[in-house]
């Protein structure tokens, strides 16, 4: 059983696709089926799959009927701000846990997730990890400065966007060591 995390699917959003991201599909339904089919390709029924915030821009129904489509039963929702929906009795049934903040350990790691980026987190001064969302690529829409400096931190050196739309995601979950080794740091 492995872990895996992803943020900022925005299923439905028009937004995030065409605006904010420049996603590379053509609909949004093109959108939703490609990011549904990577998520189960990738990770197993028994697996642990952590979604940090921003899932869906759809009402609860059709949010809910996408997330059923998941294949992995042990969903974790981080709430980010355009989870709404989550306040529905139908949709927080279809995860084992929902949370603004989690510490877990993965694989002898101490990992805390949040939608947003933390500038400090729990044992952050030790090694452990920080995984978030929100920012998306971190790119003003000249697509080149970037819109949050702090990420550049050398105290930020442990803490990793998870967003969808980056290259090292590919609208695909990862685990930790893959998001390590594909942003050039190393894993253990």
């Known amino acids: 059983m492995s872990n895996f995390y992803i943020a900022d699917l925005h299923l439905g959003h028009e937004n995030a696709m065409r605006r904010f991201d420049h996603r590379p599909f053509e609909s949004l ?35 809910a009927e996408l997330i059923k489509q998941i294949k ?23 995860f084992q846990g929902i949370y603004d903040l989690k510490r877990i ?14 500038a400090v987190w729990d044992q952050s001064h030790r090694g452990s990890y920080h995984l978030y969302g929100h920012v998306h690529n971190n790119l003003s829409e000249d697509r080149k400065t970037p819109t949050h400096n702090i990420l550049y931190n ?14 090292y995601m590919m609208y695909t979950p990862r685990t930790l060591d893959y998001i390590l080794k594909k942003t050039g740091r190393v894993s253990r």
Do not use: F
């Open 29 to 63: 339904e093109e959108q939703d089926r490609a990011i549904i089919a990577n998520i189960n390709n990738r990770v197993s029924p028994r697996d642990n799959l952590y979604l940090l915030g921003d899932v869906s821009w759809y009402k609860p129904d059709k949010t």
């Open 72 to 94: 992995c039963k042990n969903r974790y929702l981080i709430i980010g701000n355009h989870d709404s929906w989550i306040k529905d009795g139908k949709c927080k049934k279809l």
């Open 105 to 118: 350990n993965d694989e002898g790691r101490i990992v805390v997730l949040c939608h947003y980026p933390l």
């Open 154 to 167: 050398e105290e930020m050196k442990n803490a990793y966007n998870v967003g969808c739309m980056l290259p």
